[in-house]
């Protein structure tokens, strides 16, 4: 039968002139299938780009959520370096004024031991040449001695102690004023060495300071740079971790749409 007269539908079909596709059912056949896989396909690109994008954008909010974060962190550190920098600087200078004063504190407190020094050794001699200079000192005592006993003054006769008694009373006085100029040299070489030893332990404490400012200034940077690498550590395992969330879709995934799996 010619191609262009086929039979009707529902017409008895004529085995002898008909071929070996007469057998062939096209119940079911669908003419439109490529265009909905295509359509299909189409549709599941847009939405895993759109995905992407998503993911894309929400990685770069959080990427610059954490840059500021970290220029906290590091100001923040900065700045207590800063502090703790103006903390050390001021307890130097307030160390180093008061070491000052306690110095001019010991200088005034020498000068004024010498000053006293010279004023009593300048008494003294005056008392010395006075009483040197003095007739009712340097007369005759032995008019006042007793008749029966020598070393007996009559009290109504008194008239002063005898030259080598009044030397005595001299020579106890120099011995008296020679020991307090002892102590007195005692006391300031306490005294310079009280300063010296103050000084020391000043100069001591400010090195000690120094070293602790260092110590602390050098655990904050190794903290700070311990932090930066626990964070830059915490971001690539936070990238990481997306990545293998969500993996990776290839071209072989669009590929297999509308294929069968036999």
């Known amino acids: 039968m010619p191609k262009n007269n086929a039979i009707a539908k529902g017409e008895p079909l004529d ?27 189409i549709q599941i690109q847009q939405w895993c780009a759109q995905q992407i994008s998503e993911k894309c954008l929400q990685q770069e909010m959080d990427a ?26 001021r307890q130097a200078e307030l160390t180093k004024s008061i070491e000052i004063e306690n110095l001019e504190l010991a200088r005034q407190a020498q000068l004024k031991a010498k000053e006293c020094a010279a004023l009593n050794k300048k008494l003294n001699e005056i008392e010395v040449n006075q009483s040197q200079r003095s007739h009712f000192l340097s007369e005759d005592t032995n008019f006042a001695k007793s008749a029966s006993s020598p070393h007996r003054y009559r009290p109504d006769h008194f008239k002063g102690f005898s030259k080598d008694q009044i030397q005595a009373i001299y020579n106890e006085n120099d011995r008296v004023i020679e020991e307090k100029g002892k102590n007195l040299a005692l006391k300031r070489q306490e005294e310079e060495e009280w300063s010296l030893y103050q000084g020391s332990v000043v100069q001591k404490l400010e090195e000690i300071e120094i070293e602790r400012q260092k110590f602390i200034c050098e655990q904050n940077r190794l903290q700070a740079a311990e932090i930066e690498q626990q964070r830059k550590e915490l971001k690539a395992k936070q990238a990481r971790m997306q990545k293998e969330r969500f993996g990776s879709i290839g071209e072989g995934f669009f590929q297999g749409f509308g294929t069968s799996c036999r």
Do not use: F, P, T
């Open 15 to 41: 085995l002898e002139a008909c071929g070996l596709s007469s057998v062939q059912s096209l119940a079911g056949e669908d003419a439109g299938h490529s265009q909905r896989k295509r359509a299909q396909q």
């Open 64 to 89: 610059k959520e954490q840059d500021i974060y970290n220029q906290y962190v590091v100001a923040e550190d900065e700045m207590r370096a800063e502090m703790d920098c103006a903390e050390a600087h």
